[in-house]
T-cell receptor, first 111, second 111 residues
Framework: DVKVTQSSRYLVKRTGEKVFLECVQD?????MFWYRQDPGLGLRLIYFSYDVKMKEKGDIPEGYSVSREKKERFSLILESASTNQTSMYLC??????????FGPGTRLTVL | GQNIDQPTEMTATEGAIVQINCTYQTSGFNGLFWYQQHAGEAPTFLSYNVLDGLEEKGRFSSFLSRSKGYSYLLLKELQMKDSASYLC????????????FGKGTRLHILP
């Protein structure tokens, strides 16, 4: 089975810090996604990537950037963390049948 | 817009059957997914419907009517472990590989 790992399950940062959330998949899947999930708002797409060095904005890209230097790794960057970025962050990759498979998630708290 | 509507919460009894409905905008529709998400965990893929009709996978079945913009997830012989949120998600032809998620239906199972 393909595995998707995220660098941390829980993370606490302070306002203004630069935050890196890492996502790694152990197969050769091209399409990867970053979402955040908040109560009452559901899953919302932040950024996605079709291939190495390619990135596309999702529905809520403001305050975030991404990096895809290698196919297996897709990083989400919070340039200057703010309290409204406290959320559950979920990475996903697209499988062969168009479905998406998720990593375990990172619960980020910004103080 | 590309609204996806599903009930916020439902309650059912162990051993019973429950149907979770999802409606969506039909314009440009490509396919519909159902995911299960237990509290504090990542969503896990359940089903993907592209064509009209019912697809059965053990105790879970998913139905799609493309013309009506309607789907349902049917859970039979409910077990306590089925207590979770169920997410309806849709892909549209003009949005490449991106998926829009509904806000989820929180299902409570009573003994």
């Amino acid at each position: 089975d393909v595995k998707v790992t995220q660098s941390s399950r829980y993370l606490v940062k302070r306002t203004g810090e630069k935050v890196f959330l890492e996502c790694v998949q152990d197969m050769d899947h091209e399409n990867m996604f970053w979402y955040r999930q908040d109560p009452g708002l559901g899953l919302r797409l932040i950024y996605f990537s079709y291939d190495v060095k390619m990135k596309e904005k999702g529905d809520i890209p403001e305050g975030y950037s991404v990096s895809r230097e290698k196919k297996e790794r897709f990083s989400l960057i919070l340039e200057s963390a703010s309290t409204n970025q406290t959320s559950m962050y979920l990475c996903a990759y697209r499988g062969g049948g168009n479905e998406q498979f998720f990593g375990p998630g990172t619960r980020l708290t910004v103080l | 817009g590309q609204n996806i509507d599903q009930p916020t919460e439902m309650t059912a009894t162990e051993g019973a059957i429950v149907q979770i409905n999802c409606t969506y905008q039909t314009s440009g529709f490509n396919g519909l997914f159902w995911y299960q998400q237990h509290a504090g965990e990542a969503p896990t893929f359940l089903s993907y419907n592209v064509l009209d009709g019912l697809e059965e996978k053990g105790r879970f079945s998913s139905f799609l009517s493309r013309s009506k913009g309607y789907s349902y997830l049917l859970l039979k012989e409910l077990q306590m472990k089925d207590s979770a949120s169920y997410l309806c998600a849709v892909s549209w032809m003009n949005r490449d590989d991106k998926i829009i998620f509904g806000k989820g239906t929180r299902l409570h199972i009573l003994p």
